[in-house]
């Protein structure tokens, strides 16, 4: 059975998380697999970097996307009161008032059933 010389990574717990093969090596020849190495973790940083900012970024657009779809729910609720196919609830008309010019929070569960049909559907469209 032959035997090999290898370099072991391990966890915080002790277990194995990398195994490498090593082999001699001139020292022009190590410093060029460092900067071979450092080329790669820069280039892993930056993966994970751009995936960060990309999940950032959806994670914004998603919010950007509900407050939209929360709008338009609001709109065809306000479009059906108007012409009398459901009832106002003044406390919903309120709180709405005060979450788009008064930064409140809107408390959802608190809204119309009828509001909350509508935001479903617009939400699943």
Known sequence: MEKLL??????KEN??????????VEEKEY????NEQEQYLNDQDNKEKHLNDYCNNVTKRLEKLESKD??????????????GLIND????????????????????TKSPN????????????
């Open 89 to 108: 609830d003044d406390k919903f008309q309120k709180d709405f008032y005060d979450f788009i010019f008064n930064e409140c929070d809107l408390d959802l």
């Open 114 to 125: 009828d509001f909350q049909i509508i935001l479903r559907k617009v939400g699943n469209l």
């Open 6 to 11: 290898v370099a072991t990574f391990y966890d």
């Open 70 to 83: 929360l709008l338009l729910a609001k709109s065809i609720y306000d479009n059906f009161v108007d012409r």
């Open 31 to 34: 410093n060029r697999l460092r």
């Open 15 to 24: 277990k194995c998380q990398r195994v490498a093969k090593v082999k001699y």
